[in-house]
């Protein structure tokens, strides 16, 4: 009961501190006292904030989509023959590093919001698409014949048991890619796409520690509050088991 | 038919695209429409050992007759007349090396061949494309322009990139081992250990770095010895620091793992031959565990290659350089040209480490890491 | 009724079933059985068309199952398991419903269908709806799969293996529980095993199969009794005539058996019966304790495990001769569900038995 108490009040107030100027400021003056210009003034670290979590859960949701429907695809039979190439194209490609892949969205199509997107998407898909294929085909073959065996017709097959036997390691691709794109997300900035990223950036072009910092602190409790959400979903929807009937 | 490059007069201007076509070749389109139409036939017909090796020779064709064309648009287009102006590989372009890139990739990872060959295979463009480039063939390229005009800058960021990585894992190996054997050995502290690596991780690359600053600058302006060694608010120290934790989680996890997954009637086994302490570390642990803390290091120093990047911001160095002078400047090729060399780092990188890893895994535990 | 005519299943070049013709009659249990790799298992997997045949016909009542969609044939068969198949993610009620639930019957329904199987089973509903595949053991899943290949009250069931994973004390059990449901409920059943003794001991038919062919299909008496030749001989094995006490269930030659409260037992006095006879020793609630043994001072009580020492009365003749031996004593008791001594079963019996095969 604690766990579920305690951490979300934690981040509630780290949020409230980090994102209301009254109370970010005195914050920062004690910890930067040289500092002269203290908050970053252009836009309030609120809507930076917002426009973070919006790039983040457009290009999560977008990869999801993307990421388990290939996943699906090509262990389906007739996706089948593609199955090795993407899966060692996908573990190939993940290799690249994230901020290579947002720098190279920008030649593609030029600055902004749109090429962060789309470098997030394409790189979020890669470790969900990895998991789905993996989740698929650990499943033990009896267990599908079974699902057959009664009557299921192929779409049953998947979604009564395929997808929920796999669910909980396709979930933990979907958290590692939440959790890259709010970290390239922070990278969208220098590409023009705002976001947190936009006052640490600005903050090391001026020289501002206290710019940096707030955008840092607010970054990185958002990135954790992420984790710990999706930690606290996967006990939720994939621990009944031991719970039941003891 | 996409357009395949494009030209522009100079460095700021915007590009005209060139189709293949339109650029005045005369036979050179042609052999590319006969690779193609060669792959699409090779594709339509099934599996087999011959098939496969066809298709792998057709897809490095393609590739070699995409960077002949594009060499040929370059002289063709870049004269005498416009000793500013540079060819840019555009999406036609980019799409046929991509395509050859599946072809020999997508026939070589169902092949059986001796890994020496595959591995060779592989090399093999990056081989021609570097002789291209070093034969001064590549010259009129955009991207090669870049690299030019810093060149002497380019090798001392590529070292500096290096260094960064290397530094930063080597930290972290010698921190991350003895700490990942810590939280094997004392159950208490396994909790509290890979939260902390778990967090540290999760924390966004640019806001570790940033969060970096504030404390070392303030040590800095205390300790003036701190100071006279470099240690400053941004530049190399912060970097190292951030780089070093961050690379951190791999090898913890990996070093636990290697301990966890011995099994304990084997320790048993040795023991009850009369091994010493030290035996047993060298023929029964160690074998076991150190292609798993290797695969650690791997995933590590790939990263480590990836967020050194974004050091560059917080004023690191690096490769990163460019390609934020590139954003900065809005000038595509410069991001190409930083970009470039970081991805076949990492690629490279992770290979050469797979290959590793492949040779010191004991021969009954191999899987193809490759 | 389950009728193959003429029935091949090629894979490439290889012929995995060829030509196969037989009957199953409705009621029936008709197990096939073979060496591995002989067609059994695909000649079953074809009734449900888990797998196509590549020639010949397959029809169930006179309806061909090719003309059939397979998912609507699959959800009107039991189809049973070695690996059982439960979904791990759903609960045992949940398991045994899910055929009624491709069936779209209401949830109401199923879920006390479901009670009422486990009440079948005989796993108490209240302790087993809720839990899980891996709460359970081997025995309880396997069960569980039976249960759910019944729910939908299909008429026929397939079983492939069933019992092949479970070690042999609860196997016995198992098939004890087989008879017990196939008598109640007469379902059509085709069952594959490798083991001669399943075999012989729930079906009606036999198929004995090699090469994908069928090489004799008789009752498991004529099986072991008159092997058509030297394959079926050698499969049968030299045992043949302790195998055959297989066929027999034990209720047909229960003798009444004497027996006395555990507190009486001191006071005991051979009443002038031959050396032959046992006395069995009960306790509380008249369930089996033990037997009286005759010492130089009289009588005394060695205490037996009624799950060691007994059988009941659908256990075989052979499984009653294993219990004989291995305890070294006359006779078993024969023992009903609450483990009282119901009768016994007498060594000169069961040589009588054998002695009438040959």
Request: aromatic share 6%.
């Amino acid at each position: 009961m604690k766990r579920l108490i305690v951490p979300p009040l934690l981040f509630g107030l780290a949020f409230v501190v980090l994102l209301n100027a009254e109370l970010l400021e005195p914050l920062l003056r004690t910890l930067f006292p040289n500092v002269r210009e203290i908050l970053y003034a252009r836009i309030p670290l609120i809507d930076l904030f917002r426009e973070h979590v919006m790039m983040v859960l457009v290009s999560s949701v977008t990869a999801t989509v993307i990421g388990v429907s290939l996943g699906v695809i090509v262990t389906r039979p007739p996706g089948r023959d593609f199955l090795t190439v993407v899966q060692g194209l996908s573990s190939f490609a993940q290799t690249f590093p994230p901020v290579a892949v947002l720098a190279l969205a920008v030649p593609a199509v030029g600055f902004g919001f749109r090429p962060t997107i789309i470098a997030l998407v394409a790189y979020s898909v890669l470790p969900i698409l990895n998991n789905t294929i993996a989740g698929m085909e650990a499943i033990p073959r009896e267990l599908t014949e079974a699902s057959r065996g009664i009557g299921m017709t192929p779409l049953q097959v998947l979604f009564l048991s395929e997808l929920p036997l796999s669910a909980r390691v396709i979930a933990a691709g979907i958290r590692t890619s939440v959790i890259i794109n709010v970290g390239t997300a922070t990278i969208g900035a220098v590409v023009g796409a705002g976001g947190l990223g936009v006052v640490i950036v600005a903050g090391l072009v001026r020289d501002n520690i206290a710019f940096v910092f707030s955008g840092a602190a607010a970054a990185a409790v958002l990135a954790l509050a992420f984790d710990w959400l999706f930690g606290r979903l996967e006990t939720l929807f994939f621990a009944p088991r031991a719970r039941v009937s003891r | 038919m996409l357009p395949f490059v494009e030209f522009k007069p100079n460095r700021v201007a915007e590009g005209d695209p060139f189709h293949l076509w339109g650029l005045g070749l005369t036979w050179e389109p042609w052999l590319l429409a006969a690779i193609v139409a060669a792959a699409l036939l090779l594709a339509l017909s099934g599996e087999g050992p011959r098939v496969r090796a066809a298709k792998v020779a057709v897809g490095s064709a393609l590739f070699a007759a995409t960077l002949l064309v594009a060499l040929r648009a370059g002289a063709i287009l870049v004269t005498e007349a416009t000793p500013f102006g540079r060819v840019g590989p555009i999406s036609g372009f980019w799409i046929a090396a991509l395509a050859s890139f599946l072809i020999v990739e997508g026939s070589l990872r169902t092949a059986s061949w001796n890994p020496m060959i595959k591995g060779a295979i592989r090399v093999l463009p990056l081989a021609i494309a570097t002789g291209a480039l070093a034969s001064g063939a590549l010259d009129s390229f955009a991207m090669v322009q870049e690299y030019i005009n810093r060149a002497d800058r380019f090798s001392q960021e590529l070292t500096t990139h290096l260094r960064l990585a290397a530094v930063a894992v080597m930290a972290a190996v010698v921190i991350g081992v003895p700490l990942g054997i810590v939280a094997w050995k004392r159950r208490l502290l396994e909790r509290p250990v890979f939260t902390l690596v778990n967090t540290i991780q999760t924390v966004p690359s640019l806001a570790l770095f940033g969060l970096m600053i504030a404390p070392l600058a303030l040590l800095s302006r205390q300790f003036p010895l701190l100071r006279a060694m470099g240690v400053q608010g941004i530049g190399a120290a912060p970097a190292l620091i951030a780089l070093t934790l961050y690379a951190l989680l791999p090898i913890v996890r990996n070093t636990y793992t290697s301990l966890s997954v011995i099994p304990n009637a084997v320790i048993e086994a040795g023991n009850g031959m009369g091994m010493s302490r030290r035996q047993l570390l060298r023929f029964v642990e160690a074998p076991l565990s150190v292609p798993i803390i290797l695969s650690g290091i791997r995933t590590s120093v790939v990263q480590a290659i990836g967020n050194t990047t974004v050091a560059a911001l917080i004023g690191a160095g690096g490769l990163g350089v460019f390609v934020f002078q590139g954003l900065g400047q809005a000038a595509p090729d410069l991001i190409v040209m930083g970009v470039i060399p970081i991805i076949l780092l990492a690629v490279l990188i992770d290979r050469g480490m797979a290959v590793l890893i492949g040779l010191v895994t004991p021969p009954g535990l191999r899987k193809d890491t490759l | 009724m389950i009728e193959f005519s003429c029935v091949t299943k090629h894979y490439g070049d290889i012929t995995a079933v060829d030509s196969v013709s037989f009957r199953v009659e409705d009621g029936q249990v008709c197990v096939l059985i073979g060496p591995s790799g002989c067609g059994k298992t695909t000649t079953l997997k074809m009734v449900n068309r888990m797998l196509d045949a590549s020639s010949g016909e397959i029809s169930i009542n006179g309806r061909n199952v090719s003309e059939l969609a397979a998912e609507q044939l699959r959800r009107g068969i039991g189809y049973v398991i070695q690996s059982v198949g439960l979904l791990p993610h759903m609960n045992v009620r949940d398991n045994i419903a899910i055929v009624q639930r491709l069936k779209r019957v209401d949830r109401r329904q199923r879920y006390r269908r479901a009670d009422e199987l486990l009440e079948l089973i005989g796993l108490d509903p209240e302790q087993y709806r809720l839990k899980h595949p891996h709460e359970l053991s081997g025995g309880e899943a396997q069960r569980i799969g039976v249960a759910r290949a019944l729910a939908a009250d299909p008429p026929i069931l397939l079983m492939d293996e069933p019992f092949g994973a479970v070690d042999p004390l609860n196997r016995e059990v198992l098939q004890t529980e087989f008879l017990r449901l196939q008598r109640a409920l007469k379902k059509t059943v085709l069952f594959v095993t490798h083991d001669l003794d399943e075999a012989i001991r729930l079906g009606d038919t036999v198929i004995l199969m090699k090469d994908g062919q069928i090489v004799q299909h008789d009752s498991p008496e004529r099986i072991l009794a008159a092997p058509r030749n030297q394959f079926v001989r050698d499969f049968v094995g030299a045992d043949r005539a302790l195998k055959r006490l297989s066929c027999f269930p034990v209720e047909g030659y229960i003798r009444e058996a004497q027996q006395i409260a555990q507190q009486d037992a001191a006071s005991f006095s051979n009443g002038g019966r031959g050396p032959d006879s046992v006395v069995w020793v009960y306790g509380a609630d008249r369930a089996l304790v033990g037997m009286l043994q005759r010492s130089s001072s009289g009588y005394k009580v060695i205490t037996l495990k009624p799950e060691e020492v007994g059988v009941v009365p659908l256990s075989s003749m052979k499984e009653a001769l294993s219990r004989l031996l291995g305890q070294g004593i006359r006779a078993v008791p024969v023992l009903d569900q609450r483990n009282c001594v119901i009768g016994e079963v007498r060594l000169p019996d069961i040589e009588e038995l054998n002695q009438a095969v040959l």
